[in-house]
């Protein structure tokens, strides 16, 4: 890899290369500052962002008074960036489309805010997606790309490319995500990092997300440990602890009993990992038979209608957000300003209307499916590639693309992360490996069955320890 379009922020400042929970223990100590933190996360921010473009909105002045306050909360004065898809009172949300040049401040703030700023984060600013999230890389028609910090000619990926590229080139520990068809997991494994998409329901709902008429979309939260991804859950059931879910609780340290482990390398539709996508699954398999677990490859049981149903539930996502956007987003939004991607699945889905009640009634089945699945493979851990090749370069998805072209490219590439999103199952990508052609970092994919996020925590503390991911920093 070119060290010139390797791009970090990482120095000898009071932030070094910690993670959050090592720097909250800092603060607690009063061994350094809110106030110091902050700065230096801001002057981080200001180093890489004009390469990145991962920034749409900075709170810095507000940030830095926010940090001279005292703050409740386990992770008390550390900065973070939220996704420029949830609303925050008096804060613009663009949700990622120039459709929103001229909206107004929002008048108040999402429950998922509320639920990571209760845990004593400090709102440093909004990070990019692509609009309103409808893709995996974070390209613009008109606007400046996001970049990947390990190098800036390819993709962060997406939605939560924004987040995923501010962690990875260590501006801020941990940053604020949203998973509908992988935005959590695909960006974290374009950019080295951990990305948990939980149980559904695990977490407070955005205004976006909270009358989903299927329940494909979640928050969460893309880090640089697993350490910070399991304390931030633990903290956020402080806040709110969903009934219906077996609780988490905080999980510490690696798994020590014997899983079941199933892996593939087949999607669907003949759909699979790259060359080198598979010498990274293989190579992962073989670590974790190495650990001691039971691990054998099987096949994914999954229907081939499930693809098709995905995509009409796309499609009528992207037709109400083109023809009825006006009565969640008001008179400010302009929808003459949509992408190619969204105006072509919007304009698809008429012709596809009449399947609506049964994609509906079989993405909702899907639930049962996944559940039936680890029953009938009778495995505790589901392995698979995040992605099916490796990172690409910047205009491989580009915004200006015709939507046909693009739209093959997208689903060709991210054909493992939905089905985890309709059945609302946890999903976690993990860096596992890298490509040895650029360097880039190559993640894998661990499912577990509803309910079962700790589960995922404690294997993902044991592989963390056992093959700890490579440092952007600590590259020469």
């Known amino acids: 890899m070119e060290e010139k379009k390797r791009i970090h922020s990482f120095t000898n400042d009071v932030l070094g290369d910690h993670d959050a929970v090592a720097i909250a223990q800092r603060i607690k100590n009063k061994e350094i500052s809110s106030a110091e933190v902050t700065e230096a996360c801001i002057r981080r921010a200001e180093k890489v962002n004009p390469q990145l473009q991962a920034i749409t909105y900075s709170n810095y002045e507000k940030a830095r008074e926010e940090a001279k306050k005292e703050h409740t909360g386990y992770f008390s004065g550390i900065p973070t960036f939220i ?24 008048k108040k703030t999402d429950p998922i805010v509320k639920q990571i700023l209760s845990q004593g984060f400090i709102h440093l600013g909004n990070s990019s997606l692509p609009e309103f999230g409808f893709t995996c890389s974070t390209e613009f028609p008109h606007l400046e790309d996001t970049r990947n910090p390990w190098n800036v000619d390819y993709t962060a990926g997406g939605s939560s490319g924004g987040a995923a590229a501010l962690v990875a080139a260590g501006v801020v520990p941990i940053a604020h995500s949203a998973d509908g068809g992988g935005s959590t997991r695909i960006p974290a494994a374009c950019c080295g990092l951990v990305g948990l998409k939980a149980s559904r329901g695990r977490v407070l709902p955005s205004e976006m997300f909270r009358k989903q008429i299927v329940e494909v979309a979640i928050d969460g939260v893309i880090t ?219 993640g894998m994919m661990f499912w577990a069955n509803h309910g079962e996020d700790a589960l995922l925590l404690e294997l993902a503390y044991q592989l963390e320890e056992a093959s700890p991911w490579k440092k952007i920093h600590a590259l020469t």
């Open 224 to 442: 640089r440990s697993v350490r910070d991804t399991a304390h931030f859950y633990a903290e956020a059931e402080k806040y709110y602890k969903n009934p219906k879910l077996k609780p988490i609780g905080l999980v510490e340290r690696p798994i020590s009993k014997k899983l079941r482990i199933g892996f593939a390398n087949d999607s669907l539709r003949g759909l699979k990992g790259d060359a080198a996508t598979e010498k990274v699954l293989r190579k992962t398999a073989e670590l974790l038979e190495s650990l001691g677990h039971e691990v054998h490859e099987v096949a994914i049981p999954v229907e081939e209608q499930f693809v098709d149903d995905f995509v009409y539930l796309w499609e009528m996502l992207a037709f109400l957000t083109k023809h009825l956007g006006w009565t969640m987003f008001g008179k400010h939004y302009d929808n003459k300003k949509l992408t190619n991607l969204l105006n072509g699945l919007a304009k698809k889905y008429p012709k596809n209307m009449w399947r609506t009640p049964g994609f509906i009634r079989r993405l909702k089945k899907s639930y049962h499916d996944y559940h039936q699945m680890f029953e009938n493979l009778n495995v505790d851990i589901m392995l698979t590639p995040t992605l099916a090749h490796t990172t690409p370069q910047i205009g491989h998805l580009g915004a200006d693309l015709d939507f046909e072209v693009m739209f093959k490219r997208m689903t060709n590439w991210a054909c493992y992360t939905p089905y985890a999103n309709a059945s609302g199952g946890p999903a976690i990508s993990l860096p596992m490996g890298e490509n040895e052609t650029d360097g880039m970092p190559i």
């Open 83 to 106: 996704k420029d898809l949830s609303n925050i009172e008096g804060h613009v949300t663009r949700f990622g489309s120039e459709a929103f040049l001229n909206m107004p401040p929002s």
